[in-house]
């Protein structure tokens, strides 16, 4: 992640549920982003345009634009 082309790495780390997270910024903004990948296998994200990523590593995910749309899939 350090070498991403417009963004600089903040941050990482292992939360208290043993959960693993980036941070990272816009070069260009400064707003954040960030990713989690989970001990359950899920990941999820959360992007500078202010859309997300949630996948459930079980065949579930879900998008939410940055206008706010849900898209979902169950991967069947």
Excluded: E, F, I, L
Aim: aromatic share 16%; with cysteine.
């Amino acid at each position: 992640m350090p070498g991403d082309k417009g963004y600089t790495y903040t941050g990482s780390g292992t939360n208290s549920r043993g959960n693993h997270y980036c941070s990272r910024a816009d070069s260009g903004t400064g707003k954040p982003s960030y990713h989690y990948s989970n001990t359950d296998g899920s990941y999820y994200y959360s992007n500078s345009n202010s859309s997300t990523y949630y996948n459930s590593g079980t065949g579930y995910s879900q998008y939410t634009s940055p206008g706010g749309n849900v898209t979902k899939s169950t991967g069947k």
